[in-house]
């Protein structure tokens, strides 16, 4: 499915490791709530959309430095490139639907500012776990925005980026010899 057609009415073909993928979800969450919340306040479709908009701009800079770091072996090297490039799809798409819902759309933010926790992140395994915790965070940020969208299409776009997400989340799981689905239900 093309991004071009995402939102649109088309029809759409534990330890210290444990802390760091609570880390990377407290990350994500922290900027989903308020974001989430501030669109569900009454600032309209564009407000949600930016908020997952934001989200994207965190993945994308999140595999960047899982890239950079050096500790991935080339099979999850391509795998995190596979899924920042998902990421960048993603943000497009938002980008589309936000300014087509009257909205401007957020900008995204350097690296740094992020205050990735990079000093933690000595293995493929702290690799993989904090981009686990970025995206189940991302899933369930998706997840609680369905309910605040007002425009179908928007809900239909929104839910085929909440699936690419959960799929992120089973693969990186399943790499880490986790249980890839760990529940019936994603909250």
Do not use: C
Not at 93 to 111: D, F, N, P, R
Not at 137 to 142: D, R
């Amino acid at each position: 499915m093309g991004s071009k057609f995402l939102f649109s009415e088309a029809p759409a073909p534990i330890t210290r490791r444990r802390g760091l993928f609570t880390l990377g979800a407290l990350a994500a969450a922290g900027l989903a709530q308020s974001a989430f919340a501030k669109g569900a306040a009454g600032n309209g479709d564009a407000a949600i959309l930016n908020a997952a908009l934001a989200l994207e701009f965190q993945a994308i800079a999140a595999y960047q430095v899982g890239a950079e770091s050096k500790l991935l072996d080339k099979p999850v090297f391509d795998l995190a490139v596979q899924f920042q490039s998902h990421h960048k799809a993603h943000a497009s798409a938002l980008t589309v639907a936000i300014e087509q819902s009257g909205g401007v759309a957020v900008e995204s933010k350097t690296i740094a500012d992020y205050a990735f926790p990079v000093d933690q992140l000595k293995s493929q395994a702290d690799v993989l776990r904090f981009a686990a915790g970025l995206e189940k965070a991302a899933a369930s940020a998706y997840v609680n925005s369905l309910a605040n969208l007002r425009q179908k299409n928007l809900i239909k776009g929104a839910a085929a980026i909440l699936g690419d997400e959960t799929m992120h989340w089973a693969v990186l799981l399943q790499a880490l010899g986790e249980n890839p689905v760990p529940a019936a239900f994603i909250s």
